[in-house]
């Protein structure tokens, strides 16, 4: 179902269940600013999401809202679950959807990191 990312933040999303703990997942990388797991649905051979522990709907919401020391925190949060991975050489991709248009599914921004494989131009469905 399409976010609509100009909504309030809802605590009830699968997200902030899952940094509550109350939906298992399996912990990639964990710091005060971000949480890391596998995506459920993979469309790359690693997939990966990174989520802000804050309640931040959407980029648009972060980046309007979130405090300098988060925002900083997050990005770098990002970068070392790449570095983690081993993906900076050859490279990686970044994905984050915002709203119906940008096909976001959950409220809770999150940042779509893939990578293991050549991924050209464009992620197919």
Known sequence: MPIDATQPYDDQNIFA??????IPST???????AYAF??????????VLVIPKGSY???DDFSAKA?????AGFIRAVGNVAREHDLVQ????????VGAHGGQEVPH???????????????AR
Do not use: T
Not at 17 to 22: D, W
Not at 27 to 33: G, I, P, Q
Not at 109 to 122: A, E, K
């Open 67 to 71: 405090s300098d020391a988060e925002i």
């Open 27 to 33: 912990k990639l990388y964990e710091d005060e600013w």
């Open 90 to 97: 050859p490279g990686y991709r970044l994905l984050a959807n």
């Open 109 to 123: 921004l999150h940042v779509h990191l893939f990578g293991r494989q050549f991924l050209g131009p464009m992620i």
């Open 57 to 59: 709907v959407s980029w």
């Open 38 to 47: 596998p995506d459920i649905n993979p469309q790359a051979e690693l997939h």
């Open 17 to 22: 269940k899952i940094l509550r703990g109350e």
